[in-house]
């Protein structure tokens, strides 16, 4: 089969993207050869390619940690899919593409009459925000939650989760216009230019069950310092502070592992820090991954949860993907990979 890949070729600037085409051979004994229809762009996905995320993919990659597509063939020994099956999953990258092999214990079927636009949308942001919400933090009603950047494609998705939960309290970090995102949500909306966060939970809760932090740097101490004592945890999941103005600063990365979660897990005051990313619990719990995907999608089949926004873009306009990326996206991208 015919693909066309889009691969990062450096990690010097964004405008790195070069689209390729390869002959993918027939799925090997376990696979399944996928036409892939749609894929997520996540702002990971710059990261990665700038070279900020410890252990990463490096240059030339494909980038995409999602896709949703046919199956158009299986290997010796599949016996769980056939072709025509729609089909989604989770990539540590590759998933700019309009076809690509996976083993068929990585493909999770997608529900009948559910949008495949709307699959790519959802299933890396909601999948990290439940196994974050559900299996790591583990928050019940009667908690109280700290999410930062609670307007981004993962903030929302916390938010909405968290409604489904039903009380939950939760303070979500915004900028000023985008206040009223996280109130509609029932969220206690903090202006993080011009307001304190950690003011506004001690004067209103006291503390915080957990608290969920992409941003890095000095904000993982400071979400850490909102914690309740004994039982506190906060789940740090990304670095945005490690690249501002499209400019690298892996000791403001270092700096905020180093005291926001290597150096508070050592104080005996019973809170707990730790860096959470997707495949972080395929080894001590390998069913999560099947069940965590399909509960997302079947929350999308339902109309529970659903992104701010979605824009796509041809697979092969994957570069102006990634300058939007770098401007900031409100809402989601998603390349459509059908050509
Ligand atoms: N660990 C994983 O497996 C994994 C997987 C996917 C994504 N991620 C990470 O998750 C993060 C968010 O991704 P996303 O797609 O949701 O990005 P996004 O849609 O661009 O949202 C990021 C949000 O961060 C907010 N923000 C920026 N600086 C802030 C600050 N100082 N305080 C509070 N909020 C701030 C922005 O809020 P305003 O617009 O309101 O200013 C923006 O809404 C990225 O770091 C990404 O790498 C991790």
Same mark, same amino acid.
């Given at each position: ?24 051979p ?14 997520g ?6 990261l ?21 597509g ?16 729609r ?10 593409t309009?076809g690509?092999?996976?083993?068929a ?32 933090a583990?928050? *019940?009603? +009667? ?5 930062? &950047? !609670?307007? %981004?494609?993962? =903030?929302?998705?916390f /938010? ?7 009380g ?17 949500h ?21 503390a ?21 004592n ?8 990304g670095?945005?502070?490690?690249? *501002?103005? +499209? ?5 403001? &990365? !270092?700096? %905020?592992f180093? =005291?926001?979660?290597? /150096? ?11 860096f959470?990313n997707?495949?972080?619990?395929e ?6 991954y099947?069940?965590?995907l399909?509960?997302v ?16 873009l041809?697979?092969?306009?994957a ?6 990326l770098e ?13």
């Amino acid at each position: 089969m015919q693909t066309t890949q889009v691969y990062a070729v450096n990690r010097e600037q964004a405008n790195c993207l070069e689209v390729r085409t390869t002959e993918l051979p027939a799925p090997p004994a376990g696979h399944a050869r996928v036409r892939v229809e749609a894929a997520g762009v996540s702002y990971g996905d710059l990261l990665f390619q700038r070279g900020v995320i410890p252990g990463g993919p490096k240059a030339p990659f494909v980038p995409g940690c999602d896709v949703v597509g046919v199956v158009e063939s299986v290997g010796d020994g599949v016996t769980t899919l056939r072709p025509g099956d729609r089909v989604a999953a989770l990539v540590v990258s590759g998933g700019y593409t309009t076809g690509i092999t996976l083993p068929a214990e990585r493909l999770v079927p997608v529900p009948d009459g559910v949008d495949p636009v709307n699959v790519a949308a959802v299933s890396l942001n909601y999948f990290i925000a439940y196994q974050m919400l559900h299996r790591v933090a583990k928050v *019940r009603s +009667g908690q109280s939650i700290l999410v930062q &950047g !609670a307007a %981004g494609g993962v =903030g929302l998705a916390f /938010l909405q989760l968290a409604e489904h939960i039903g009380g939950v309290t939760v303070f979500g970090t915004a900028s000023a216009t985008n206040l009223d995102v996280v109130r509609r949500h029932g969220a206690v909306a903090v202006d993080y230019r011009n307001e304190d966060f950690a003011n506004a939970i001690r004067d209103s809760v006291g503390a915080v069950d957990a608290a969920f932090d992409p941003i890095g740097g000095p904000h993982f101490w400071r979400s850490y310092s909102v914690l309740r004592n004994r039982g506190g945890r906060l789940v740090a999941y990304g670095q945005s502070e490690a690249l *501002r103005g +499209g400019k690298r600063n892996m000791a403001v &990365g !270092a700096m %905020g592992f180093l =005291g926001g979660i290597i /150096l508070p897990n050592l104080r005996p005051d019973g809170r707990r820090t730790g860096f959470y990313n997707a495949w972080a619990l395929e080894k001590k719990q390998p069913r999560a991954y099947g069940e965590d995907l399909a509960q997302v999608l079947d929350l999308l089949s339902a109309d529970k949860i659903a992104p701010r926004s979605i824009a796509t873009l041809p697979l092969r306009d994957a570069t102006e993907a990634f300058a939007q990326l770098e401007r900031g996206v409100t809402g989601k991208l998603v390349l459509t990979c059908t050509e």
